[in-house]
């Protein structure tokens, strides 16, 4: 098998999980959904409001205040997810629905979702 047959087998895997998440999780105006996603060198969270199909808001660790920040992704993830329950609570966000985007529960996805449990968001 060459590379680019794996790679398409498990980007598929990864889409029919993401699928499978979002038939279930749902955001409102009230209750957003915190989507994470990452890449090869960022980690990006947004909350987004499913009914009227807007982001409400959206936090990377791209971020003026977050590009500073120094150590591993891991460390970055948890300072993105502080920095969107910040965020969340200037608008008056204290609750969310956590959607991991078909990334299993480990490594920058637990680390952003410890982060905004920090910051004072309820899942």
Do not use: Q, W
């Amino acid at each position: 098998m060459c590379f680019s047959m794996i790679h398409g087998m498990i980007r598929n895997r990864l889409l029919r999980r993401r699928l499978s998440i979002r038939k279930r999780v749902v955001g409102t105006k009230e209750r957003p959904r915190l989507c994470v996603r990452r890449s090869g060198k960022n980690t990006y969270a947004l909350l987004v409001d499913d009914s009227r199909s807007k982001v409400i808001t959206s936090v990377s660790s791209l971020t003026k205040g977050l590009a500073d920040v120094k150590g591993t992704k891991t460390v970055v993830a948890k300072e993105v997810g502080k920095a969107v329950a910040l965020k969340a609570k200037e608008l008056g966000i204290s609750t969310v629905v956590f959607d991991r985007g078909g990334y299993r529960y480990h490594g920058r996805v637990k680390s952003l979702a410890d982060g905004a449990r920090e910051g004072g968001l309820k899942f």
